[in-house]
């Protein structure tokens, strides 16, 4: 997959907001190498069963056949540990909070555009820590940073909490998982956010010497989102026309466009508006020679938050006009106080567009209390089901093949108490669970 | 090789600014896959003779041996031509200015870190434009883009101008080099920037229908810059103690030592200053238990350009020490326009920098006329050696032999003329070239 020069901005959007929050928490950037010995991988049993089924492997370096082949990293635990067992020696030298912006590689037989490709770009935090309790919290801080994230830059509103234990991540004894929804109903794994305990620190042979003098094993966390949420951005915000960026990421905040462009004074009007627009906003001016109509057309299918007219009529008497992407609204606004009106309606766009998506989960969002409801409601209502659940992962199987494809999604962390009985087996429950069908 | 927090931090300023100024010249970032199948390499014969035996091949994908081998990339033309290839229709679609950061991997037998790695980060600029002129001019502003910046953020100076045939890019019709003298007189390719005429075009079947409308081949240029440059920084600046960083890339600008800070009121005076710099400055604030004389060494060898004490008996006269990397001197400064004496004062520490490279450079570049000469000089004062050249690839390759390794590094867009005669076959000479060994 080729991500073009508009695709990318998006992504730079994103990645410069969360880095800032990273840093923000603590946290330095690195890089590792991409390719993984056989052998580092092999290290953790449970990681290389979950990720060596999905590797490109590395058999031929400049021309001739390696001793022993490398894998592609399709994410970089192994590296870091391996890395963290030879600068780890004492507590003084912990936390470590380490993240790592780059590309990887899982060998994927079925692909889809941004939401599931074979490389993908994407950070991946890897930290290490004194004690359970520290990282624990860690991983549930990232979780937020994740959640904020989604919120208050991509206007997307999600379900959040623990992934059950069937679908934690590789290695991990716990995985968190933020879950937005696709407008259609579906789900996505927006990021995940793992505790390791001191598995891999036990199999790197991590140690430290702790404030006892005794050495001991640092628990550890990972951490990760990608280029998925470009597609999560599509799928929960756009229309039938193209694009719906929120303003936050959006390449373009406000396009110019000159009506009458050929009368006097406009194209100066704009160039001038366009000058002074510029110092705060992500601005385009198009004095290109195609029509109104095909410029208003090409900024809608972009998803340009807001599109700004000015004609000579405008100028006259000294306003503008100015069209909503989300909401097709026209508002004819003074140029006096130009940048104050659009920083108050790019906020209003922001906070409209998370509303409409919350309100689209909440009305996909259903409450399953029998086995033969969870049935039907998966059949005939894409969405999450909210359902209880007696912890036992036979469960998830059946209800996976008996819906093609429902799966957990994740145990919130407030739970409500549906019923008394698991909505598959009847046995007591013990959670309250999201179902749904991802991407 | 693992680019470790501090290391990576300087990595990102470099990028930023780097990204600031392709930006500025209006260049857009995207990103291509990581893997060229084999096929797709083959396409430009120079170019696959060039690469192919430095390549990593995947052969194994999911389980699975592939049909075609996939080469991780070593570099993007033949990535970027396909794209290109599908997108460029008309001459309304030219001129197209493309970057991208990623990381490449080229199979090195012998590796240094920074200077020459098996895997490295880079950005490679890739254009594509209509006329052969605009394609020079492109790869002409490329480097000039690349000399500014070895100038005004690295401190770094260097000789340019034009490769000779032999040393080109594989494919290239021009390469222009960029190419800095390390502290030991050693050169080091810096950047490079090449116009590519329509070689690949025609490889690749990219065509556009000109406003003549009939069908032209486009011309194509590509530049590029590594991590590499974090070995230029360390082998042209640095001393014994240390790391001496230009303070445009210091992740660390200033360093505030608190000399006995268990004294009343010296910490509450260091974090209010901490405060008050770290909004202009990259600023650390060392108020841990170690000794003062532990934290002079840790930011001297981390090459921090300049140290701030500050002391109870500071504070009475309302004063601090300022502590050059660079230079050791030491200046007592009053703390009133504190923050206009450090902007200045890193200012001079950047010119200085650079005047004491480019002195070095001075020294350590001799002219040669004879035969001679030239090996007595190679032998025996390491460094550039300027001396005319008939043109024939041939003697560089006598020159490279008798020497041990000293290459044509560029001939210089201003040439002087220095003899009549070939400094190695004694024909008549055609240019003046830069001579020497590099990393």
Redesign the interface.
Known sequence: ?????YG??I??NMRNDMDRRFKETGH????????IPESLLQKEKDHVEGF????????????EKLNE??C?RPTSET?FCE?YAKVVNTYRDLPKL?NQW??V?R?E?TTRPFLRTS?F?WQEGHTLHETEEEAREETQRMLQVYIDFYKETLAIPAVFGAKTEKERFAGAKETYTVEPMMHNGVALQGGTSHYFGDGFARAFDITYQGRDNKLHYPHQTSWGTSTRMIGALIMVHSDDDGLVLPPKVAPIQVAIIPIAQHKEGVLDKANALYESLKKTFRTKLDDSDQSPGWKFAQYEMKGVPVRLELGPKDIEKNQCVLVRRDTREKLFVSLDGIEDTITALLAQIHDDMYNRALENMHEKTHVATTYDEFLDIAENTPGFIKAMWCGDSACEDKLKDATGGVKSRCIPFEEEHLADTCVCCGKPAKHMVYWGKQY
Chains 1, 2 share one sequence.
Do not use: D, Q
């Open positions: 997959m080729v991500i073009r020069p990318y901005a992504w730079e330095e950037n690195v890089y590792m190498p991409m390719f060596a089924p999905e590797c490109a492997w590395v058999t031929i370096g400049g021309s082949r490398l592609v590296l890395h380490y780059c590309s590689v060998w037989k490389e770009l």
